[in-house]
C-alpha cells in the first residue's frame, strides 16, 4: 500500500484542478493515491477530468450530484482512504501547485518525526512572496493574524488549509473535519481539538507549496463572508470560554457599527444591501444550533 492520500475537491475550476493534479504527476515522490471528487460541477466537468486522467490508476474518481461543501466531501474521502493503510493524509486545496521536489523532501522529513501529528508547508503566492507560515486565533477579539516570519517558540494555533498533512492515526483520536463548518474555519477547528487531546502540530517552514488563494475565497464576497462570520461564531462556541465568547461579541458588535455606516457613506447602498442580509442568515443560523 502507498505512503500518502491525497484528497482534493473540484469545484467549477478545472483548469487549476488539472494544473494541480500534473504538478503532481511530475513530482519526485510517486508513493500516493489522489482522491479526487467534483462537487456538482457545471459544464461536464467531472467527465473532462475522467478523460483527461482515465488510464491514471493512481487516481481514485468520484462525482456528487449535489454540493455538500469543502468539510463533507473532504470526510468522504477520509472514509474512503480509512479503509486502506496509508500513513498520512493530504487535504490539498485544487488551486495549489506542488514543487518538484517537495513531496519527497516532505515526506522524508517528517518520516522522522514521531511526537507530532499535524504537519503543513510554507505557503506561497504565485508570485513568490510569502502568503502564511502560520496563524494565531485571539478569542478574546474574534480574529485571527497570519505571520509570515517563524520561530520555533511560536505558539501556534491552526494551520492553512490549503494544505495539510495528518497522521491517519489522529483521525481515530480526534474524528474527521466537522461538517457544520461548511467551508472555512474547519482547519482551525481540526487543529484546536488536536491540540486539546495533547497532539503537536509543526510547521515544516524549508519547504513550501504555491496557492492560489483568490481562486479559492470570494466569487461571491457577501456569501463568503457570511460563511466567514458565521463560522467564527461556531467555532467560538466549541472553543471559547464564557468570558472570551462575551468579549469577542462585544468586538463584532463593534463592527458591525463601523461597517454598515461606511457602506452607506460611500452610497454603496446595493453592496450594504446583500451585507444586511447575509448577517442576518449566519446570526439565525447560530441562534438556531
Given amino acids: 500500500m502507498r505512503t500518502l492520500a491525497i484528497s482534493i475537491l473540484n469545484w467549477n475550476n478545472i483548469n487549476d484542478t488539472i494544473n494541480c493534479i500534473n504538478s503532481l504527476k511530475i513530482s519526485k515522490f510517486q508513493d500516493f493515491d489522489i482522491y479526487l471528487l467534483d462537487n456538482w460541477s457545471s459544464n461536464s466537468e467531472f467527465e473532462k477530468i475522467k478523460n483527461t486522467y482515465l488510464n491514471e490508476n493512481f487516481i481514485i474518481l468520484n462525482n456528487s450530484d449535489t454540493n455538500l461543501w469543502f468539510t463533507w466531501w473532504n470526510n468522504f ?146 456569501y463568503y463572508c457570511y460563511l466567514m462570520f458565521r463560522n467564527r461564531i461556531l467555532f467560538l462556541k466549541k472553543h471559547s470560554n464564557y468570558l472570551q465568547y462575551i468579549s469577542s461579541y462585544i468586538f463584532l458588535i463593534w463592527y458591525l457599527i463601523i461597517l454598515f455606516p461606511l457602506s452607506f457613506w460611500f452610497k454603496n447602498y446595493k453592496y450594504a444591501f446583500i451585507w444586511i442580509i447575509h448577517w442576518i442568515k449566519w446570526i439565525w443560523w447560530n441562534v438556531k444550533i
Fill in 77 to 222: 474521502n477520509i472514509d474512503l482512504i480509512l479503509k486502506k493503510d496509508y500513513k498520512y493524509i493530504l487535504l490539498l486545496n485544487n488551486d495549489t501547485i506542488i514543487p518538484n521536489n517537495f513531496l519527497w523532501d516532505f515526506i522524508e522529513k517528517i518520516w522522522k518525526i514521531s511526537d507530532v501529528w499535524v504537519f503543513w508547508p510554507e505557503i506561497r503566492n504565485p508570485d513568490n512572496s510569502i502568503q502564511s507560515i502560520w496563524n494565531k486565533i485571539n478569542l478574546y477579539t474574534w480574529s485571527s493574524k497570519r505571520y509570515k516570519i517563524y520561530d520555533k517558540n511560536n505558539i501556534i494555533d491552526y494551520i492553512s488549509g490549503s494544505c495539510f498533512f495528518i497522521k491517519k492515526d489522529l483521525i481515530n483520536q480526534i474524528w474527521k473535519l466537522d461538517d457544520n463548518f461548511f467551508a472555512y474555519y474547519e482547519e482551525s477547528d481540526f487543529c484546536l481539538r488536536t491540540k486539546k487531546l495533547w497532539y503537536s502540530i509543526n510547521i515544516i517552514n524549508k519547504w513550501y507549496i504555491y496557492h492560489k488563494e483568490e481562486t479559492a475565497n470570494k466569487k461571491d464576497k457577501p
